[in-house]
């Protein structure tokens, strides 16, 4: 039982164009983490938040940035996309606050920069 | 830094054959590892993990044993079924970096045939 729902689940844009992409926490879940996963790879971290606040980032530059909110649910948002952004972007939240310890991942937005 | 290294897929097999996927890592610390499991279309699952030397993770018939004098946590299952089909992934986290930054291997996609 998962629970995390992202939406949408496929995105199309173009370079240079702004994107925020949702998640829905499981019920309970009070930490959310952001996943890349380019196409071949392993998801890389991109940061967790945690009591609404950013609880530990990778290596993204600044213009990828999120949001938590009081019912646990979460936005990423990413300005001036590139074409090097393109990517399924998972969401994973955690029953145990503030850790990585048994999470439990959405099914991902597919994102496309044309 | 940290890292995880996989074997190289697609694995194809023939139902009821034995399963290994080799995963070695590269670590400062003690970190925790874990196998997660991604069937075609849903989000990534905790299959299993080991949080100190020679702990031994188990779920569904699959095994994996943290061995820190070779640096592996090779996924293991005696007899695998269709319903195994799935992409297989490797993950460690540091000891200190508790705030969801997972590092993930390349995944190896595992084909069962009847």
């Known amino acids: 039982e998962t629970g995390v729902t992202q939406s949408p689940t496929h995105l199309i844009k173009t370079r240079g164009q702004q994107v925020t992409l949702r998640c829905s926490s499981q019920s309970g879940h009070n930490t959310v983490s952001w996943y890349q996963q380019a196409l071949g790879q392993g998801p890389q971290f991109i940061f967790q938040?945690?009591?609404?606040?950013?609880?530990g980032r990778g290596n993204f530059p600044p213009r990828f940035s999120g949001l938590q909110f009081p019912n646990y649910s979460s936005e990423l948002n990413v300005n001036a996309l590139e074409l090097d952004d393109s990517a399924l972007y998972l969401c994973?939240?955690?029953?145990?606050?503030?850790?990585?310890?048994?999470?439990?991942f959405g099914s991902g937005t597919q994102l496309s920069v044309l | 830094g940290n890292s995880v290294t996989q074997m190289e897929g697609p694995v194809t097999l023939s139902e009821e054959a034995f399963l290994t996927i080799n995963c070695t890592y590269t670590a400062t610390g003690y970190p925790s590892l874990f196998w997660y499991v991604q069937y075609p279309g849903e989000g990534l699952q905790l299959l299993l993990k080991a949080t100190k030397a020679d702990d031994k993770g188990s779920n569904k018939g699959f095994e994996a044993t943290y061995r820190k004098e070779t640096t592996s946590f090779h996924l293991e299952k005696g007899s695998v079924q269709v319903s195994d089909s799935a992409v297989y992934f490797c993950a460690l986290s540091d000891g200190t970096g508790s705030q969801g930054n997972l590092i993930f291997g390349k995944g190896t996609k595992l084909s069962v045939k009847p």
């Open positions: 994973a939240s955690s029953p145990v606050a503030g850790t990585n310890e048994k999470l439990f």
């Open positions: 938040y945690y009591r609404e606040e950013e609880n």
